[in-house]
């Protein structure tokens, strides 16, 4: 690991010192690059289609800007490490105008405040409205009251299970779902494949938020709450093991599974989650949180935000509000779009059944969606019901928190819970080595 860390670093400062030092935002202070029109950059780890329609499409609209794209990832570099790269021009006074943190998002890498509070632009635009969107999805962003970036799509992680078993709570904490499970343990499970590391993973990155404190650097996995979530995940069995005709639809059908964790990111995923409960009533209880709803937000692939060291921050605002208007918000396929109005309006279209022909004569109702499991027939969905639709929209406006986990934070963990798990460590020492790992990490991010 010491080895492949000194290799990345050497990568990372010869791109530094050799490639980069050209086209930094503070070296350029808004000179004329392209015949009339100031160039901006567009940092990223790796360049997608999507990423490059809304720049062509933005320099289109745009006739005194200009975006570039610089790919700060590739075969030498990984994704992590390149937003290192930006990170060290950054401090250095250079760095793109504009970044897109992409899937290497999390919390702490945003917490150091390289780039500009997002909030300030979006009071001070005239043109924009925030009550246009979730709001509350915004400000999951936000580290210590300040939008250092923002993803103009998401979807939500969250954990579902029958109104019937739950009953009404709109959220729990660690002792509450222990609870649960020894009062409903008798011949069920908590949820399919729940062995101790899948046990344990689901429910450590899903309450993250309980003890991790980016805006002040500090965490508390010496607490009594993760002491109390490594030890109901001991309890599992290393591995688990089913035979031939096992169901996992049939699992949830017959109610020996407990809970579902589920992700929604379209306007069809709540009837999904009813169909798979038989038609039952189903309550979005979220993760366990201490305090908080446990329904948290997924950010999508686009994560922007502006340097802070740009001559042009205005124009970086007004390219990473393109994101935001309604002609890319109803582009978004395969998760949820920001804006409150596109969401409405794709609920609407879900709930109106509609015809085609059939193949063998006749008229039949189209089939928008499925539910499907390996092995299952699918069960197809050619409308969403009203419930589903208020559903989907409490669920949305409960949540708190992001899921972004921080992928070297959860690397500690996992090295060292499998001295509890695999080798009977004792429960405190392995709680302490990683408290001792994660504050100096986290410490450090701040």
Known sequence: ????????????????WIGCGDIGAGDRQ?????????????GTAYVNSSLRKQVDNF??????????????GGELIEGSSAVDLMQMEISAGKGPDIIDFGYQYSPGVVSKGITEDLYAYMEADVSFDE???????VDTYAVGGKLYALSPDFSIKTVAGTKEQLGDAGQWNM?????????????????????????????CLGSMGNFVNWAEGTCSFDSELFRELLAFSGQFPERRVYGEDYSVLQQFLTGKALLYPVSISDVYDCTKVRLVFGGSQVSYIGYPMDGKDGNTVVPGRFILGINKNSDNKEAAWGFIKSFLEEEYQSSIEGSLPLLRSEVLSRQEEAKRVEYEDSPSGGRVETVKASVIFEGEEPIDITCIEEQDAVCLLDVIGRV?????????????????????????????AVVDIIQNRASIYVSEQH
């Open 30 to 42: 808004g000179d004329d690059m392209t015949g009339g029109t100031t160039t901006l950059i567009l």
């Open 400 to 428: 708190e928190t992001t899921y972004a986990a921080d992928a070297e934070l959860y690397s500690i963990i996992l090295e060292e819970i499998i001295y509890y798990f695999e080798n009977d460590s004792d429960i405190d």
């Open 1 to 16: 690991m010491a080895v492949r860390r000194i290799i990345v670093v050497i990568i990372i400062c010869a791109c530094f």
């Open 175 to 203: 002792k509450d779902l222990m609870a649960f499970y020894q009062e409903n343990t008798e011949g069920g499970m908590l949820f399919p494949g729940d062995s101790q590391k899948e046990v344990f993973g689901f429910l």
């Open 59 to 72: 320099n289109r609209q745009n006739t005194g800007f200009f975006i570039e794209i610089k790919e700060y």
């Open 131 to 137: 009550e246009d969107y979730f709001t509350n999805i």
